[in-house]
């Protein structure tokens, strides 16, 4: 089955405590990405890579950092986790953009709350 | 800065009644388009997407591009409060490396 896997669902952690989100994808996509979606705010990329270690910032990359060292992998990395950092993150990947059928297909999301 | 303008909502409709969403986008060149589905607290699924100008039909759903406008559309035929959700657009340029996402309009259908 197709499909984009994170891990963890949920996570509550604390202030300045490194911490990794996972995400794993099955369908031999070039491009991943990470969102955070807030209340008011939608969808917010994050970081973004185009293929295996080629990664670029998006909208909202302070305090992220990810690595692409594998296709299938796109970790994103929290070395300090700051309370503004609560959110709803969603990892997804696709096809490269520009090409036909581009559509992004979504993790389940994990929840994380820095206290 | 390309943007993408839905809506907010909420966008209530009867059972059975049909359902319009509507977005705009900045960019005149944007090339592909889609509908996507999220209930509360779930990832985003594909429902639709759109390459041409004119009608996309699935099932109860249509798409409706103008590229002209710069406007994409969604119905939803006999609309089920299963549909309840919130529903994003986005949009991908050509020449950029990313899909556009819309805020999101909230549907809610009464039964």
């Known amino acids: 089955e197709a499909q984009v896997t994170q891990n963890p669902r949920y996570l509550i952690t604390v202030t300045g405590k490194k911490l990794t989100v996972t995400c794993s994808q099955n369908m031999n996509h070039e491009y991943m990405s990470w969102y955070r979606q807030d209340p008011g705010l939608g969808l917010r990329q994050i970081y973004y890579?185009?293929?295996?270690?080629?990664?670029d910032k998006g909208d909202v990359p302070e305090g992220y950092k990810v690595s692409r060292k594998e296709k299938r992998n796109f970790p994103l990395i929290l070395e300090s986790p700051s309370p503004n950092q609560t959110s709803l993150y969603f990892c997804a990947s696709s096809l490269i953009p520009g090409r036909v059928n581009t559509e992004a297909f979504f993790g389940q999301g994990t929840r994380l709350t820095v206290v | 800065q390309k943007e993408v303008e839905q809506n907010s909502g909420p966008l209530s409709v009867p059972e059975g009644a049909i359902a319009s969403l509507n977005c705009t986008y900045s960019d005149r060149v944007s090339q592909s388009f889609f509908w996507y589905r999220q209930y509360s607290g779930k990832s985003p699924e594909l429902i639709m997407s759109i390459y041409s100008n004119g009608d996309k039909e699935d099932g109860r759903f249509t798409a409706q591009l103008n590229k002209a406008s710069q406007y994409v559309s969604l119905l939803i035929r006999d609309s089920q409060p299963s549909d309840s959700a919130t529903y994003l657009c986005a949009v991908m340029v050509e020449r950029d490396d990313k899909i556009i996402f819309g805020k999101g309009t909230r549907l809610h259908i009464l039964p």
């Open positions: 890579s185009m293929n295996v270690e080629v990664t």
